[in-house]
C-alpha cells in the first residue's frame, strides 16, 4: 500500500512508499503541472489535479504515456475519487469558476468518457474531497448548500445506485468546516472537522 505521495510542481509526479526500501514509481504527467496526485487502488494506476494557468480551471487528468483529461470539457474539477474497481472515478465538477453554481457528479471511464451523469438533487458547492466506500454504492464529500442558510457546510452522501444525495446528520464532532472524508470501512468515515484557522490550527479528526 502507498504511503505518502510526492508530486513535482512541473513535468512529472512521483509515488513513493513509506516503508523504507519500498520502490517509487515515476509518473508520466507531460506538460500538465500537477497539484495533487491521487494513485489508484491497484497502486500503479495514478490520477492528478492541474491547474490550466489561462481559463485558470482544475482538470482532472489520468497519468500515462498519453495523458487522458477525465474532466468534461468546460467544466472546472472540484473534487475526485476511484471507483474500487480501478477501471471509472467519480467526479465532481462545476461550469466555470463561480462559486454560487452547483457541483455535478459524474462516472468517468479512464478513456475519459462519461459513462454516467447524476441528477442534481440540491445545489451544492462541493470541495475539501470525496470518497467512495469500498463497496462501491455510496460517496461522501463534503460540500455548502448554496443557499442562505449554510455558511459552514456539511458532508453529504451520494448514493452511486440511485443518485439520491442527503446531508448526513453528525452527532457530537466540531461544528465549522468538514473536509477531507476517507472510509474506514462500508458504514464508517473518518475526516475532519472544526474551524480553519492559521492561529489555532486545522479541524480535529473524527470517525
Known amino acids: 500500500m502507498l504511503g ?28 500538465w503541472g500537477v497539484i495533487e496526485v491521487l494513485p489508484g487502488p491497484d497502486e500503479e494506476s495514478a490520477a492528478f489535479f492541474s491547474r490550466d494557468p489561462t ?3 482544475t482538470s482532472l487528468v489520468l497519468a500515462g504515456d498519453e495523458q487522458v483529461v477525465l474532466s468534461p470539457p468546460g467544466t472546472h474539477t472540484r473534487a475526485a475519487a ?3 474497481s ?49 463497496d462501491g454504492r455510496r460517496a461522501i464529500f463534503p460540500a455548502q448548500d448554496l443557499g442562505p442558510n449554510d455558511e459552514e457546510g456539511d458532508l453529504w452522501s451520494l448514493d452511486l445506485e440511485s443518485g439520491h444525495v442527503e446531508v448526513l446528520e453528525l452527532r457530537g464532532a466540531d461544528p465549522g ?11 464508517r468515515v473518518a475526516f475532519g472537522a472544526g474551524e480553519l484557522s492559521w492561529e489555532f490550527g486545522g479541524p480535529n479528526g473524527w470517525i
Open 55 to 57: 481559463l485558470l480551471t
Open 82 to 84: 476511484w471507483m474500487p
Open 177 to 187: 468546516v468538514q473536509q477531507h472524508p476517507v472510509f474506514v470501512d462500508d458504514e
Open 86 to 134: 480501478g477501471e471509472q472515478m467519480l467526479v465532481a465538477y462545476a461550469d466555470g469558476l463561480s462559486g454560487s453554481n452547483p457541483t455535478r457528479f459524474a462516472l468517468v471511464d479512464l478513456d475519459g468518457e462519461v459513462e454516467r451523469q447524476f441528477p442534481i438533487v440540491e445545489d451544492l458547492n462541493a470541495s475539501f474531497g470525496m470518497a467512495v466506500s469500498p
Open 4 to 31: 505518502c505521495v510526492l508530486a513535482a510542481l512541473t513535468v512529472s509526479g512521483c509515488l513513493a512508499g513509506a516503508d523504507q526500501g519500498s520502490e517509487s514509481m515515476e509518473l508520466e504527467t507531460g506538460d
